[in-house]
């Protein structure tokens, strides 16, 4: 099986090089690969996973192209397509999932968006809905409502949908909560502090420790992390096992109830560095399970 990454990191993250030794343990015979190497078998592996392709959303075209070149994919190609667009936040609030309030704003909607009374009422985000990171994505106050309109008409005018979303103060002081599973199962939590910079010039950054730390994210997390993903199966047509990796990054809401952030099913960071050394096998058996699913 082949591993998928991109060409200025061909073998991957540092936080990945356990796979290979995992896998190893259980059998299966795998390597990195570049995911737009033509001289690699894609097509005629027996699986091969997402992990690594952190170019793809400036190439995105070309990259689900790809995608839907490979037969054996994990996570598959449809779902790559569907969770590439953030607007799959929307879907998910109409299926029920509590999800932070997000307005899309197409780049035909700019007039409603100049005249909306709402956009200014408290700290917001605008951000592309094609994207990864904080890339592309501002935070603004009520006062910048011209800043927010300038940044909205420049991502307008590349012909890029937006999102703008209430901006949540809690990642300020306790981050965002990430869960991640392998197979649909949970694996390990870790916290995430805030990417984006204060819309405020002179507030300082939040203080949550150096980069990102492990954490046991307590019970009403992880059942919204699950509703999310048995949602999320429903909308595609798939169960909920079959996502072979997700991670869904959670935040705390006024009142305090979780809510949905973004749900990465394409080539998330997992963190392996900062979770139990079990962690990478966990991934190694749900790709043994992947494997004999396919095979059967």
Known sequence: MLLATYSDMPESHEDERSLLAALDELGIDSRWAVWDSPAEPFETADLVVLRSTWDYTSRMKEFVDWCESVPALANPARVVRWNSDKRYL??????????????????????????????????????????????????????????????????????????????????????????????????????????????????????????????????????????????TGQLLGVARYEFLYARVDLVRGDDGDPMLLELELIEPRLNFLLADRAAPLRFASAVRAELARRAS
């Open 90 to 231: 929307a879907e998910l609030a109409e299926a029920g999932v509590s999800v932070t309030p997000t307005r899309v704003v197409e780049p035909g909607d700019q007039a409603r968006a100049d005249d909306d009374p709402e956009l200014p009422e408290r700290e917001f985000v605008v951000k592309p809905t094609v994207g990864a990171g904080s890339r592309g994505a501002a935070r603004f106050l009520p006062e910048q409502r011209e800043r927010a309109l300038l940044h909205l008409r420049s991502l307008h005018d590349e012909g890029i949908p937006a999102l703008v979303q209430p901006y949540q103060p809690v990642v300020d002081r306790e981050g965002e909560t990430a869960l991640v599973f392998f197979g649909g199962v949970y694996s390990h939590g870790f916290v995430k502090g805030p990417l984006l910079d204060p819309a405020d010039d002179a507030a300082g950054s939040a203080d949550l420790g150096k980069g990102p730390f492990a954490t046991d994210p307590a019970p009403e997390l992880r059942r919204v992390a699950e509703d999310v993903l048995d949602a």
